[in-house]
C-alpha cells in the first residue's frame, strides 16, 4: 500500500505565492509518475501538472510561466510552486502518483487526500 501526504494549501492574496508538498510512502519499487490535479465546486477534477519519469513536465495551459513542477526522488516527493495566483486557482487540489510496489507488480495509481487552495483578496 502507498500512502500520499500532502502539505502546503492555504489562503493567500491574488498575486501571492504558495509551494504545495505531497510526500509518497509505503511499498514503493518505483514510480512511474507524479503530478498534481485540482477541482473547483460543481467541476471536474482537472490536470494542473504531471512529471512522468524520462518526461518533459506537463502543465495545463492556463498554469504555464506561474506554476512549476519538482520532484525530490530521493525523497519520493513532488513539488507545486505556484506563483502569480490567480482566484480561479481556488480549488482543493490531490496530489497523485503512479507508483509499482514491487517489481513484478503492474503500476497504480494513488491519491492524495486534497489540499485547500483558497486566492482571495
Given at each position: 500500500q502507498v500512502q500520499l501526504v500532502e502539505s502546503?494549501?492555504?489562503?493567500v492574496q491574488p498575486g501571492g505565492s504558495l509551494r504545495l508538498s505531497c510526500a509518497a510512502s509505503g511499498s514503493i519499487f518505483s514510480i512511474n509518475a507524479m503530478g498534481w490535479y485540482r477541482q473547483s465546486p460543481g467541476k471536474q477534477r482537472e490536470l494542473v501538472a504531471v512529471m512522468t519519469s524520462g518526461r518533459n513536465p506537463n502543465y495545463q495551459d492556463s498554469v504555464k510561466g506561474r506554476f512549476t513542477i519538482s520532484r525530490d526522488n530521493a525523497k519520493n516527493t513532488v513539488y507545486l510552486q505556484m506563483d502569480s495566483l490567480k482566484p480561479e486557482d481556488t480549488a482543493v487540489y490531490y496530489c497523485n502518483a503512479v507508483v509499482r510496489a514491487t517489481v513484478s507488480q503492474r503500476a497504480l495509481e494513488y491519491w492524495g487526500q486534497g489540499?485547500?487552495?483558497?486566492?482571495?483578496s
Open positions: 502546503g494549501g492555504g489562503l489540499t485547500q487552495v483558497t486566492v482571495s
